[in-house]
Every structure is written in structure tokens, then in C-alpha cells.
């Protein structure tokens, strides 16, 4: 269990409604109308994918929570080895995280994740795999350069590679200070 950033706590996100229910008994509950909507993508795919999934494979609902709680676990230990593997390679300097280029790792598995931990440890939001590939052609150029993605700038010369959110734009495209 896990809280997110607005102090939400889910414990019982594991469970099936079916589940909760006999966990429950007959205790009163509060159907959230808006659920029923099929308007939302997440909506129809609980509706309407998972039903045919279940219908196909009656426990893929099992497997996908067996499958979320193994994503979550493989989560948290690559966050702890890349702190461990960046410890004393890396300074915070103001709003930037400050990297020793030698220890950037060249496996392109590696920098998206480095990007990836870069963009939570600033407060930005998570690179996209496009922004990733973009990352991927300057960090593996032996000539670096500066390139603005998805949020981040990143600066990378023979020795450093620079990270730091990105200047917000203004309603008319130009560049605000913070």
C-alpha cells in the first residue's frame, strides 16, 4: 500500500468487488454512478475490455493484480540500486540535478530510467517514451547537447549532464521566469 501525492491511501485495490463483498458481508456501500459512464477510456476498459478478458481467461483479473504488485516491487528495487549505483555521482544545485557524465550509464534501459528518477526527484512529470528516445540520441552522442523535452531541460557536455525543469511557457508560446 502505497499513498500518492495527495495523501490518498488505497489499501484494498488488490481486491475484486467480489471479494470486498464476502470480506463484507452485507454492510451498506456507495455505488459512484459516474463509473457507469462509458464515456471515459478507463471506463470502457473496465467495462468492456476486462469483461472480455475475464470472459476469455477467468482469473486475467488475479494475473493482472499478481502482474501489478511484481511491476510495483521491480519499481522500488530499481529506484533503491539506482540510488545506490548514482550515489556520490550526482549533487542537487538549485533547481537542477548535477551528473558526472562517466557515470551515466550507456544502456539505453538505464537512461530512461535515470530520466525517468531525474523527473520525480524535480517535481516534473514523467518523460514519454518519445522525449526518452530524444534523451537517448544526446546522452549516447559523444558530442552531448542541450535539448528541451516533455517538461526537462537537460544539458550534457564531455563531463556533466545537467537536469532541470523546463522554463514554463507562457499562453502565447514565449518563455516565463520562475
Do not use: Y
Amino acid at each position: 500500500q502505497r499513498a500518492r501525492k495527495d495523501g490518498v491511501v488505497r489499501p484494498l485495490l488488490a481486491l475484486t468487488r467480489a471479494e470486498l463483498r464476502a470480506l463484507h458481508g452485507e454492510l451498506p456501500f456507495w455505488h459512484d454512478p459516474s463509473n457507469d459512464d462509458l464515456g471515459p477510456a478507463r471506463n470502457r476498459m473496465r467495462h468492456l475490455a476486462l469483461a472480455a478478458l475475464v470472459a476469455a481467461e477467468p482469473d486475467a483479473v488475479a494475473g493482472l493484480g499478481r502482474s501489478a504488485q511484481a511491476f510495483a516491487l521491480a519499481a522500488g528495487g530499481t529506484q533503491a540500486w539506482l540510488q545506490a549505483a548514482l550515489a556520490g555521482a550526482w549533487s542537487r544545485q538549485g533547481d537542477a540535478l548535477l551528473f558526472a557524465r562517466a557515470a551515466v550509464p550507456q544502456h539505453p534501459g538505464a537512461l530512461a530510467l535515470l530520466l525517468r528518477w531525474a523527473a520525480d526527484q524535480l517535481g516534473g512529470p514523467p518523460p514519454s517514451v518519445a522525449a526518452t528516445r530524444q534523451f537517448f540520441t544526446h546522452a549516447l552522442s559523444a558530442a552531448g547537447g542541450e535539448v528541451a523535452l516533455h517538461g526537462l531541460h537537460i544539458c550534457i557536455t564531455a563531463s556533466h549532464v545537467r537536469i532541470e525543469l523546463a522554463e514554463p511557457k507562457s499562453p502565447d508560446g514565449r518563455d516565463e521566469p520562475h
